[in-house]
C-alpha cells in the first residue's frame, strides 16, 4: 500500500476516509498543510498491536545494535 491521496479537511469525511483508508493512505490537510493520515488495517494487524508479546519483541529488537541501509546495502553488494 504505497499509494496515498490527499483531501482537504473541508471535503474530509469520515466515510470517505475510511474507504478510501481500505486501498490507500488520506492524508488530510488543513489550508494545504497535513493534519492527519488515515492508514486501514486488518485483524492481523489489530491483533498484533493489542499483543503485549509483540510489543515486548519491538523493544527488546530497539536495544539491538543496528547498521545503517548503506553499510547494509554494501554488504549485500559485496557479496
Known amino acids: ?6 483531501v482537504g479537511l473541508e471535503q474530509a ?5 475510511i474507504n478510501e483508508a481500505r486501498q490507500e493512505r488520506v492524508i488530510v490537510t488543513r489550508q494545504g498543510k497535513p493534519v492527519a493520515l488515515v ?7 489489530l491483533e498484533l498491536g493489542s499483543d ?3 510489543w515486548k519483541l519491538i ?17 549485500i553488494n559485496s557479496d
Open 1 to 6: 500500500m504505497s499509494t496515498r491521496q490527499t
Open 13 to 17: 469525511t469520515l466515510k470517505f476516509c
Open 39 to 45: 492508514i486501514g488495517i486488518d485483524e492481523e494487524q
Open 59 to 75: 523493544e527488546e529488537r530497539r536495544t539491538q545494535d543496528t547498521i545503517s541501509r548503506e553499510q547494509l546495502e554494501k554488504s
Open 52 to 54: 503485549d508479546s509483540f
